[in-house]
């Protein structure tokens, strides 16, 4: 009983769960900033108010898209195709960048 | 049917490769960009507290340098988690080795600074 060709891949590695679990993640450290931006606030004036919001927006944002990601990568492993998440990439990298960067500049300033 | 045509333009500029990779290894990528991300967090978090809960215990001429090396490696890692991502998916694409991340001994070198300034700030 050898696995033809066409027998579906199995996934041991359950990659597409690891995966949906690591955005999970990061939707628990969005949250985290969040909360000690929010904490910061009386320090940081408004901007920790800002900055707090902000964090929280990314942190629903992913939080929103996580299940129909999940059903995509499954389907990837079905299909044996995988489209590289290139714009979800970009869009994170710059949102933490942006925030970080202010942060730093009201601090220089 | 044109902005579509020219989305795949750019997807192939800039992942180039015309090897689909097993999406195993597309999915291994996400998450250690995502790890770098949760990474970069975990700095800013740590500069954020620092100011904070160290306003008064830290004057801040010794404080500020601390916050700004903080910040500024937060900020280097999430541009860097962007750029490790793309290297390494050019790579698979293009069946090349992976190459060596520059972000490990950058941070770690950030993270020995940190740590040891608090060692001699709490002495």
Not at chain 1, 19 to 42: D, Q
Not at chain 1, 44 to 61: F, H, K, N, Q, R
Request: hydrophobic residues 50%; positive net charge.
């Amino acid at each position: 009983m050898t696995p033809t060709d066409r027998t579906p891949p199995r996934d041991p590695g359950l990659q597409p769960e690891r995966t949906s679990l690591a955005w999970s993640r990061t939707v628990l450290g969005y949250l985290v900033v969040a909360t000690i931006c929010l904490k910061a606030a009386p320090q940081l004036g408004p901007v920790g108010i800002v900055s707090a919001a902000a964090y929280l927006t990314v942190a629903v944002a992913i939080a929103c898209s996580t299940t129909t990601r999940y059903h995509r990568d499954v389907r990837s492993m079905h299909i044996q195709q995988s489209r590289p998440p290139l714009r979800a990439v970009v869009a994170l990298s710059a949102a933490t960048t942006a925030l970080s960067a202010h942060l730093l500049w009201l601090l220089i300033d | 049917m044109r902005s579509s045509n020219s989305r795949r333009d750019v997807r192939s500029l800039l992942l180039g490769g015309d090897v689909e990779p097993d999406p195993r290894f597309t999915l291994a990528n996400e998450r250690t960009f995502l790890a770098w991300i949760r990474t970069a967090l975990a700095v800013v978090a740590a500069a954020v507290a620092t100011e904070t809960l160290m306003a008064e215990q830290w004057p801040s001429g010794v404080r500020q340098p601390v916050v700004v090396l903080l910040l500024l490696a937060g900020t280097a890692v999430s541009i860097g988690a962007a750029v490790r991502w793309l290297t390494v998916e050019r790579a698979l694409r293009r069946g090349r080795p992976l190459p060596l991340s520059p972000l490990v001994p950058m941070l770690a070198l950030v993270v020995l600074a940190g740590a040891g300034s608090f060692l001699v700030l709490m002495l």
